[in-house]
């Protein structure tokens, strides 16, 4: 009943639709017959001709989502973005900037930082220029040799080798019920997290901090 009611109402707007709207549903309802007709069992190939046709008459008639039956409207609003989203980024590519250098020049570039290690891109710029080459430092440290460092060691690879010599310190303020103010030091050695020094005094001095850290770090680093 409602699919017979929404026919009606489609048969009694006809008349107040443009010509070329109507052509533009023509067009969509016969190539889904197209579609239909060459439909393998259980399925519906669509193919980009298929997708381009649809999404460019959706896009200079979009009353054509209104006839579409084989497949969703969403389906064809996302079709439209995704072309939509590819043109402004064909369109917003890079078609300028500076022109490649001569494979020429890219092999003595990497030539030279071969031969001369301790060079960097400065050193070989400055060199070129001397030659008679235009070239830019950026393009240099591009075409340069990239030279592999040996892997540094990680934080945690540096604590489990050098945990049980390690101590934590801080040193930080108690108020106390009389509003005065206790200066309280405390040292942790990290490998076994064990309290190895607390101190707490209302009158920290430097001779007093230095006296309490000696026998940690040794006589020689204080001094």
């Known amino acids: 009943m409602v699919e017979l009611l929404c026919f009606f109402l489609a048969v009694l707007a006809l008349p107040f ?7 533009a549903e023509n067009a969509v309802l016969r190539h889904q017959l197209i579609i239909f007709r060459r439909k393998v069992p259980g399925r519906v190939l669509l193919t980009n001709g298929d997708r381009w046709f649809l999404v460019q008459l959706y896009r200079l008639f979009p009353s054509t989502l209104q006839v579409l039956t084989i497949i969703r409207p969403e389906t064809l609003v996302r079709w439209h973005r995704a072309d939509f989203r590819s043109y402004w980024r064909w ?29 960097g891109a400065p050193r070989i710029h400055g060199e070129l220029l001397q030659l ?30 050098h945990a049980p010599d390690i101590a934590a310190m801080d040193l930080f303020v108690v108020p106390t019920i009389s509003f005065s103010l206790l200066y309280a030091l405390v040292i942790v050695r990290l490998d076994r997290r064990e309290l190895v020094w607390i101190n707490v005094t209302a009158n920290p001095t430097a001779e007093l901090r230095v006296k309490q850290l000696k026998p940690f770090v040794g006589t020689e680093a204080l001094d």
């Open 91 to 119: 369109k917003s590519g890079t078609r300028g900037g500076r022109p490649q250098i001569d494979s020429d020049l890219r092999a003595l570039i990497k030539k030279m930082s071969m031969e001369n290690p301790l060079w």
């Open 17 to 23: 639709k443009s010509r070329r709207r109507l052509e």
């Open 132 to 161: 008679g080459f235009g070239v830019a430092q950026s393009s240099v440290a591009k075409y340069m040799v990239k030279r592999r460092s040996p892997p540094s060691q990680g934080w945690r690879t540096f604590l489990r080798n």
